[in-house]
Structures are given as C-alpha cells and as structure tokens.
C-alpha cells in the first residue's frame, strides 16, 4: 500500500508555521513527511528558509509522522557533521527518519567562498561523502583524503536502525548511480514514460525497492487562482540541469522575470481547481512503481490544500 505524505518547504514558509502545517497535515491523514534543507529560497518571491536539522527536531517530537530531508553534503555541510546530524535524530527516533544525500545546488553551496566543482566533481564528492557517511553510522573511526577530508572522525551516538540513505535523482542516469550505495531512490513528478524508463534503469542497477516519488501540485478552489499561485510560486522552479544547479537566486529571479510558459508550468507542477482530477493524476503516477509519495502544495498558505485533500484526496488515493 502506497505511503502518502507532506511535503513541507522551507523555502517558502518561516519554520515555525511550516511546523504547525506539518502538524495539521498528520490530523488531514497524511501518513510522513519530509523537507527541503537551503540555505536560501529558490527565489525572492519565497522568501523563507528555516535550518531544516533544527526544525526536524521540533516535527518529529510533536508528531508521530516519519520524515526524511534531502540534503547536500560536501561543501556547506561536512559529511562527518551530517553523520552526526542524523544518528542523533535516529537514536531519539527511532525508524522514523531517513536522509537523502545529493550534490546540491550552488544558490546553497556558494556560501563557503569555495568555487563550484562541475558535474562529475560534485558526483565523486558525493559518494566519498556517501561512504564517509555511512561508516560513521555503523560506528567506524573514519579518516579520508580526497575530495573532502575526515581525520579521525567518530559519532558516538548510535541509531538503531541505522537510518536510511536515499539517492536523489532526476535522471535516468544518475538513479543508475545512486543504486550503487542507496536504501531507496527519490524523484519528482516528471513525464510518465522519463519516470518509467528511470525506474527500469534502478531495477536493473539492482536498486532497492523502496521508491520515493515527490509531487509538485498548485490546487485552488478556481483554475485562475491555482494558475496564479504556481506562477508566482513557482516560475523560478521549472528550469533542468545544469540552470537548476548552477544559478543564485538572483540569477533564478531574473531569467524568470520575463515569464515562463505555461507548457514549462504544467512540466513541473500539477495545476487546478478539480480535486477528482488531481486525484486520478496522483494515482496514475504512483502506480508507475512508487511504494511512498510526498505531496508539495507549491502556494504558501498550506490550510487550505491540507484540509481539502484530507477530506476529498488522501481517502481516494488510500
């Protein structure tokens, strides 16, 4: 039976309402949740962006939700920090949370005054940091040259269980790699048969089957709301690799000021006002082969999509 979840942004609501939506989501029905981790928003129209790791602590003690975060480690975190980061949320909560580990994005990573390694850089980074990671959960004394550096690092603290490490992926290709090392694989709604084709490519790496899908989804009472709220909301959000990656948030705001399609809208997020219809999109999509799927209202007022959702969505889709 498909998981259905929240997916909280903290790009674009202040932590402390953020955590009083996550709590309304779980009385709508929603069964986990997770949550972004930036340091900056996507765009200045955002305008939020809580410590994802502080907040996490406050959700999970005044929830009984499991959640995961997806985040970067490398360049604004060290992998013996983020290692530390999660044994301590998963030996005070026990199988109720998991990280996914990716290569982040620049508007993030700037920050450091380190210069952004490209691609295959930041993938090699990565899946040191991966292995790093890992072996610190399971209690080794780890020391590391190469694309980061660990001396003698240890994490006292133990979680058991060892809390899952998910590879985020977009592409095919990428999905390949991360079956390599991960307990499950994250993606975001995109074109049916690109879904289909990323998850035959994980299954033939040998993926595990745990399979994550995040949806992006604007909902209003009318079409013309719904449309105005993703445009505003998230106009800065539909740009692939490498503009994706590589871009600052000044940067997003201006090659979206001059507008963005509605095609590269509707590629990105799902829009409208009918709640059958969204229904039936979301399931269609989860029955390509998802076993948990995070559902993002990209507006900032959250109590209205969770409370219609909970009433006439999440009962369908169960």
Same mark, same amino acid.
């Given at each position: =039976?498909?998981?259905?979840?929240?997916?909280?942004?903290?790009?674009?609501?202040?932590p402390?309402?953020?955590?009083?939506?996550?709590?309304l989501?779980?009385?709508?029905?929603?069964?986990?949740? =997770?949550?972004?981790?930036?340091?900056?928003?996507?765009?200045?129209?955002?305008?939020h962006?809580?410590?994802?790791w502080?907040?996490?602590?406050?959700?999970?003690?005044t929830t009984?939700?499991?959640?995961?975060?997806?985040?970067?480690p490398?360049?604004?975190?060290h992998?013996?920090?983020?290692?530390?980061?999660?044994?301590?949320?998963?030996? =005070?909560?026990?199988?109720?949370?998991?990280?996914?580990?990716?290569?982040?994005?620049?508007?993030?990573?700037?920050?450091?005054?380190?210069?952004?390694?490209?691609?295959d850089?930041?993938?090699?980074?990565?899946?040191?940091?991966?292995?790093?990671?890992?072996?610190?959960?399971?209690?080794?004394?780890?020391?590391?040259?190469?694309?980061?550096?660990v001396?003698?690092?240890?994490?006292?603290?133990?979680? !058991?269980?060892?809390?899952?490490?998910? +590879?985020?992926?977009?592409? +095919?290709?990428?999905?390949?790699?991360? +079956?390599?090392?991960a307990?499950?694989?994250?993606?975001?709604?995109?074109?049916?048969?690109?879904l289909?084709? =990323?998850?035959?490519?994980?299954?033939?790496?040998?993926?595990?089957?745990?399979?994550?899908l995040?949806?992006?989804?604007?909902?209003?009472?009318?079409?013309e709301?719904?449309?105005?709220?993703?445009?505003?909301?998230?106009?800065?959000?539909?740009?692939?690799?490498?503009?994706?990656?590589?871009?600052?948030?000044?940067?997003? !705001?201006?090659?979206? +000021?001059?507008?963005?399609?509605?095609?590269?809208?509707?590629r990105?997020?799902?829009?409208?006002?009918?709640?059958?219809?969204?229904?039936?999109?979301?399931?269609?999509?989860?029955?390509?082969?998802?076993?948990?799927v995070?559902?993002?209202?990209?507006?900032?007022?959250?109590?209205?999509?969770?409370?219609?959702?909970?009433?006439?969505?999440?009962?369908?889709?169960?």
């Amino acid at each position: =039976m498909t998981v259905y979840g929240f997916h909280a942004s903290h790009e674009q609501i202040s932590p402390r309402q953020l955590l009083a939506d996550v709590q309304l989501a779980e009385q709508a029905g929603f069964q986990a949740a =997770m949550c972004s981790d930036h340091l900056e928003p996507w765009s200045s129209r955002q305008g939020h962006s809580g410590l994802a790791w502080a907040w996490l602590g406050a959700a999970l003690a005044t929830t009984d939700l499991t959640f995961g975060t997806v985040t970067a480690p490398g360049q604004r975190y060290h992998p013996a920090v983020v290692a530390q980061a999660i044994a301590t949320l998963g030996q =005070m909560y026990p199988g109720r949370f998991w990280t996914a580990l990716g290569t982040g994005q620049h508007a993030n990573e700037h920050v450091t005054g380190e210069p952004w390694p490209r691609k295959d850089l930041r993938q090699q980074r990565l899946e040191e940091c991966v292995d790093i990671i890992s072996r610190l959960l399971d209690g080794e004394t780890v020391s590391h040259e190469g694309l980061v550096t660990v001396h003698e690092a240890t994490v006292w603290e133990r979680a !058991d269980p060892k809390p899952q490490l998910i +590879a985020p992926a977009i592409s +095919a290709e990428t999905a390949e790699r991360g +079956a390599r090392w991960a307990d499950g694989l994250v993606t975001i709604n995109q074109d049916p048969a690109t879904l289909t084709e =990323m998850l035959r490519r994980w299954e033939d790496a040998g993926g595990a089957d745990h399979r994550i899908l995040q949806i992006h989804l604007c909902w209003a009472p009318t079409d013309e709301l719904a449309w105005s709220i993703a445009q505003d909301q998230w106009r800065s959000n539909v740009f692939s690799p490498p503009a994706n990656t590589d871009l600052r948030v000044v940067d997003y !705001d201006a090659v979206s +000021a001059d507008g963005v399609s509605r095609e590269q809208l509707e590629r990105s997020v799902l829009i409208g006002s009918d709640l059958g219809e969204l229904t039936q999109r979301i399931q269609d999509l989860a029955d390509l082969g998802f076993d948990a799927v995070y559902l993002h209202h990209v507006g900032q007022d959250q109590r209205p999509f969770l409370e219609a959702f909970g009433e006439r969505v999440l009962p369908q889709l169960h």
